[in-house]
């Protein structure tokens, strides 16, 4: 397959597998506060998994570029303090207890809360599918897809879609969400497949675009593509299924 109709197949697929977690019940009505603070303290369950996903799929990478990018990813989850004196230094976990503070909920129940059997049987399939993943001869592909897709690309969407039912409304502006702003703003795939080498800066690329842009290398070398769709397409169930408890 050329790299032009690998990369408008890539495409549509994610804007397909993007309608299909948009169009989860929870995201078509405004959300009461309630309702909100039940899904963002699920959420943060996924959330604390991250790095763990992270570490663990990288193992399965071998491309030196891509490690240096997932690397990448994992240090800025640990910023360290400003010299400027303008970062705090803290964790973008840290930076999600403190927007689920304001949202109103006290840090004794954002630390004491327990996730659902439902959050916990996502959490259990995600690990499945990973280690399925790393079993493979050469998991590369499905590895860098999955961080890619699971990690950046569909939680930008939730976010995105998470900040239109309730969040905007919660903060008095979008800099005052350290955390859900940042997030939907720096994990957003703002180029495709088709446009990832289009001229522009490299320094405007967000965490999803660099990991495209390995992914097409990567697939320019070895055209597996269906790997890649096929870790889209798990990734996506799982963030659907996510979801689904809320109605
Ligand atoms: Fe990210």
Request: proline fraction near 3%; charge should be neutral; include cysteine.
């Amino acid at each position: 397959m050329n790299e032009f109709v690998r990369c408008h197949k890539l495409d549509e697929q994610e804007a397909q597998l993007l309608a299909e977690l948009r169009c989860c019940t929870i995201f078509s009505r405004n959300l009461d506060l309630d309702s909100l603070q039940s899904v963002v303290l699920e959420r943060r369950e996924l959330s604390l998994k991250f790095t763990e996903i992270y570490d663990r799929l990288l193992e399965g990478v071998h491309d030196r570029a891509a490690q240096d990018v997932v690397r990448e990813i994992i240090r800025e989850e640990y910023p360290g303090p400003d010299p400027a004196g303008g970062n705090l230094g803290l964790s973008h976990r840290e930076d999600l207890v403190h927007d689920l503070e304001r949202l109103g909920i006290s840090r004794s129940r954002v630390i004491s809360h327990k996730p659902s059997r439902q959050t916990r049987g996502v959490i259990n399939a995600t690990f499945h599918v990973i280690h399925k993943i790393l079993s493979k001869a050469d998991p590369q592909l499905q590895a860098i897809a999955f961080i890619r897709f699971w990690g950046e690309v569909l939680t930008a969407v939730e976010y995105e879609s998470l900040w239109h039912v309730g969040l905007s409304r919660s903060f008095k502006s979008p800099a005052d969400s350290t955390f859900y702003w940042f997030h939907l703003i720096h994990d957003r795939a703002n180029r495709g497949f088709s446009d990832i080498r289009a001229p522009g800066y490299r320094s405007a690329f967000t965490h999803s675009d660099h990991l495209t842009l390995r992914l097409a290398d990567l697939l320019n070398q070895n055209d597996r593509v269906d790997e890649v769709m096929e870790a889209n397409r798990k990734a996506t169930s799982l963030k659907t299924a996510f979801y689904r408890q809320f109605g």
